[in-house]
């Protein structure tokens, strides 16, 4: 049961991470940012692995997409598409994507075999927060100002006035 859950929470990850990427409209491809981030959390879920998963939902579905659709909305971009923005070249992108997904899948394969997906048996919300707190505090820190960054920069976008 526990891979078939996985593997439906991985095959809609891919379909919605797929949407992201050819989304017309930016503020479509941030909603199905929503849809992929909270598949993996699925992911997570199947695994039993529910701190982990609650985190994905409070940390990326909650705050990264919330802080990009407030940095979408203080820039005020356009959020139609923009037909001399496009290029010709997404059939070359795309068919690189596919040769490295194929590169990366024959990776995993042979890295991993035949093993079988198991679920976190021992991975309790203690131990999780122990090694965050103690040895990931750096990282922690420095993603929280690099966010702060970005906010602000947005901010000070919007404000600027158009020259004339």
């Not at 929470?9 to 929503?34: E, K, N, P, Q, Y």
């Not at 899948?105 to 198991?118: I, Q, S």
């Amino acid at each position: 049961m526990t891979t078939v859950l996985f593997s439906v929470a991985g095959a809609v990850a891919v379909a919605a991470a797929v949407l992201v990427v050819t989304s017309r409209r930016i503020v479509h491809a941030a909603l199905w940012l929503v849809v992929a981030l909270g598949a993996v959390a699925g992911c997570f879920g199947a695994l039993r692995a529910e701190f982990v998963a609650l985190v994905q939902i409070l940390v990326y579905v909650g705050a990264i997409v919330v802080l990009v659709l407030f940095a979408l909305m203080l820039t005020k971009a356009p959020t139609n598409p923009l037909p001399e923005l496009t290029t010709g070249r997404s059939p070359f992108a795309a068919v690189l994507a596919g040769v490295l997904a194929v590169l990366l899948g024959t990776g995993v394969v042979l890295a991993f075999g035949n093993e079988k997906v198991k679920p976190v048996a021992d991975g309790s919300a203690t131990a999780v927060g122990t090694q965050v707190f103690k040895h990931w505090v750096l990282p922690f820190e420095v993603l929280s100002v690099l966010l702060l960054a970005a906010l602000i920069g947005a901010i000070a976008l919007s404000q600027r006035k158009k020259e004339d």
